[in-house]
C-alpha cells in the first residue's frame, strides 16, 4: 500500500485524459450535456456530481483508510450528514466536551426533533456502555476534544459500538488523517472540519465524511444529493491542493508545538498546559498508542479573564481569532468565541473557564513563536 504523502499526492488524481492535465482541473459547471433523452450518464447535475469534487472525496477517503469519501459546504454540514443516521426516538450517547457548534446543533436543533442525547465523560469507556439504553443507535466523540485536549480509547469505543451494534462516529479535526485514522482502530465514521488541517491556509471552508460502511455511505451520499450543502468546485480544487502537503505541514505544526508545550509547562506562570505530548497529560500513554504525533492545539488556563485578555493582547504572531490548523499561528478564547453557544454552567463542569486559551500552533519559525509566547507570558 503507497504511503500518506504518496496518497495525498496520487489518490483520486490521475492525470486530467483530454489534456494530460497534472492538475485536477476546476469543473465549474452546474450541468453537463446528455447525449439522448432517458439514455443514463454519469454527470447530470453539478450539486449531485462534479469531477472535481469526485477527485477530493477520493483522495479523502484513501487518506482515511476508507472506502467511501464525500465532502460538504463547512464541518457543520458534514456532522449533519453523519447525524442524518439518526432519526426521531433513537438515542445518542455523545462525549461531554465537544466543539460548541456541535453541542448547539445537538442540543438545538436534534433533540428538538426528537432525538435523545446523553453526555458522559469518554475518558472512561465504562462511562459510554453504562449510558447505552435500549433505543442507543449511535455513539459521537472527538478525540483530543476541543478544547480540553481530553482523548477517547478509540479501539474501546470501536469494540463496545460493535458488540452493541450501534454506529460509532469520530470527528477526527484536531489530528487530520495523517495523525490519526479511526477507522483503523473499528470506528464506523470519520468526521472533518477540511476548514482545519485539512485546507491549512485559512482560505477555505469544507467538511467531510468518509466510512468504509456501504450502508452508511449510501444514506450519506442520499442525504448528501438531498440537502444539497455541497462545496463549490473551486473549494474542492483548493482543498486538493492543500492534501498534498499536508503531511509536511503537520509535521511541523507537531514539532513547534510540542517546543512550545515543554516551554510552557516549565515555566509555571500558568495554572495548567493541556497537551497530549506532554508526560504529565493523564492520557499521555493512550495518545502515544493511537496517534502518530501530538498535534498542533495546546490550551492553557492564564486563571482569569483579565489574564487571558492581557495574555492574549501581547501576542504578535499568534493572531486571535476563530478557527485552528491554519499555517499561521492563532489563539482563541473558547468562552467568547468557539464555545460561547455552551451555557456558562456546562462550561465550568467541562473546565472550560474565563482563563482558558485555546492555540493554534502554526509553521512559523519556532524561536519567533517562542519570543511571542514569552511576550504572553510577561504580560501576566
Known amino acids: 500500500m503507497p504511503g500518506f504523502s504518496t496518497k495525498a499526492i496520487h489518490a483520486g488524481q490521475d492525470p486530467e ?13 452546474s450541468t453537463y450535456a446528455q447525449h439522448e433523452l432517458g439514455e443514463h450518464v454519469k454527470y447530470d447535475y453539478g450539486r449531485t456530481i462534479n469531477p472535481t469534487r469526485e477527485a477530493l472525496e477520493t483522495n479523502l477517503a484513501a487518506l482515511e483508510n476508507g472506502k467511501y469519501g464525500f465532502s460538504f459546504s463547512s464541518g457543520m454540514s458534514a456532522i449533519a450528514a453523519a447525524m442524518s443516521l439518526v432519526k426521531p426516538g433513537d438515542h445518542v450517547v ?23 442525547f446523553t453526555y458522559v465523560d469518554m475518558r472512561d469507556i465504562e462511562n459510554v456502555r453504562t449510558a447505552i439504553g435500549p433505543k442507543t443507535r449511535l455513539v459521537y466523540s472527538e478525540t483530543p476534544t476541543n478544547p480540553m485536549m ?25 489530528m487530520s488523517p495523517y495523525l490519526q485514522n479511526p477507522l483503523d482502530f ?22 467531510a465524511v468518509v466510512t468504509s460502511n456501504a450502508e452508511h455511505a449510501e444514506k450519506i451520499k442520499f442525504y448528501q444529493n438531498a440537502y444539497g450543502a455541497v462545496p463549490a468546485p473551486f473549494d474542492c480544487w483548493l482543498l486538493l491542493r ?47 498508542r ?57 462550561r465550568r463542569e467541562l473546565g472550560i473557564t474565563d482563563g482558558l486559551v485555546r492555540l493554534s500552533v502554526g509553521v512559523e519559525d519556532v524561536a519567533d513563536l517562542i519570543e511571542d509566547i514569552e511576550r504572553g507570558l510577561a504580560a501576566l
Open 17 to 29: 485524459s483530454v489534456t494530460g492535465a497534472v492538475t485536477v482541473p476546476i469543473f465549474q459547471t
Open 150 to 174: 481530553n482523548l477517547t480509547d478509540l479501539a474501546a469505543l470501536g469494540a463496545l459500538a460493535k458488540e452493541k451494534g450501534l454506529i460509532s462516529i469520530v470527528d477526527n479535526t484536531f
Open 242 to 288: 492543500s492534501v498534498k502537503t499536508l503531511a509536511l505541514r503537520m509535521r511541523a505544526h507537531c514539532e513547534n508545538a510540542q517546543i512550545i508545550a515543554d516551554r510552557l509547562h516549565a515555566d509555571g506562570r500558568l495554572k495548567q498546559v493541556y497537551y497530549p505530548g506532554l508526560a504529565s497529560h493523564p492520557q499521555h500513554e493512550l495518545a502515544k
Open 94 to 116: 455523545a462525549g461531554t466536551d465537544m466543539y460548541g457548534g456541535t453541542y448547539r446543533y445537538f442540543s438545538r436543533i436534534l433533540s428538538e426533533v426528537g432525538v435523545e
Open 186 to 207: 473499528g470506528i464506523e465514521i470519520v468526521v472533518h472540519s477540511a476548514t482545519k488541517y485539512i485546507g491549512g491556509h485559512s482560505d477555505v471552508i469544507g467538511g
Open 290 to 346: 493511537q496517534m502518530k504525533d501530538f498535534g498542533g492545539m495546546i490550551s492553557i488556563e492564564t486563571g482569569s479573564l483579565e489574564a487571558a485578555k492581557r495574555f492574549t493582547s501581547a501576542l504578535q504572531y499568534f493572531t486571535l481569532g476563530e478557527s485552528l490548523g491554519g499555517v499561521e499561528s492563532l489563539v482563541c478564547h473558547p468562552v467568547s468565541m468557539t464555545h460561547g453557544s455552551v451555557p456558562e454552567e456546562r
